[in-house]
């Protein structure tokens, strides 16, 4: 694993998935390549109770704060031993997303999830989501509620159709509980459809 994307938006939410993701580079030397994709706000009809829409110099001033957050994540990892690349990109999320993945050659995603606690997030899902049907890397999603302290990699479980085409994917599952000394447990349902 030569090249680790870490997805961020600087949330809370992001934290537990950022321990997996520098671990990970501890663990393999990776470069850590780190990407904000900035979503420009919507305008919006103005409305008095909302205050109105978002005028040009908020959206800079928005935009300049997250590229600052960017950078600054960028050498605290630095000083933590990793080698960091940042990236920025304005537009779609999970399609940047992909596309810095292609760019970079990515061989990993980590991004975190939240819970989805409301009945639209659930019917939506997530951007993380997203990504993960479309990668062409493996993706692992960390959700926020995720402990982090003492963080090891003890126990993998690989969920499997026991088909032909899983065996290149299980073959990267083997390779990473060796390279951690952690178990893995293959999970196959059998069902009707």
């Excluded at 919006?44 to 959206?59: A, C, K, M, Q, R």
């Excluded at 994540?73 to 997303?97: F, M, P």
Aim: proline share 5%; charged share 20%; aromatic share 6%.
């Amino acid at each position: 694993m030569k090249t680790i994307l870490f997805p961020t938006d600087f949330s809370q939410s992001t934290t537990p998935a950022l321990a997996w993701a520098k671990m990970l580079a501890h663990q393999y030397n990776a470069t850590l390549t780190l990407l904000h994709v900035y979503l420009p706000a919507l305008p919006i009809v103005p409305d008095p109770s909302l205050g109105g829409s978002i005028s040009p110099e908020t959206e800079l001033e928005i935009e300049e704060i997250n590229r600052k957050l960017l950078d600054e994540l960028g050498n605290t990892l630095r000083e933590d031993g990793l080698t960091v690349q940042t990236n920025w990109q304005i537009g779609n999320v999970d399609e940047q997303i992909l596309n810095v993945a292609h760019d970079v050659q990515a061989d990993l995603i980590v991004t975190g999830r939240r819970d989805l606690t409301s009945f639209f997030d659930r019917i939506t899902g997530t951007y993380a989501s997203d990504v993960a049907k479309k990668a062409t890397c493996p993706v692992l999603i960390v959700p926020d509620s995720v402990a982090t302290e003492s963080l090891q990699l003890k126990k993998i479980a690989y969920s499997t159709q026991l088909e032909e085409d899983d065996r290149a994917t299980l073959r990267s599952a083997l390779t990473l509980a060796n390279e951690f000394n952690a178990s893995l447990q293959l999970i196959h349902i059998n069902a009707d459809n």
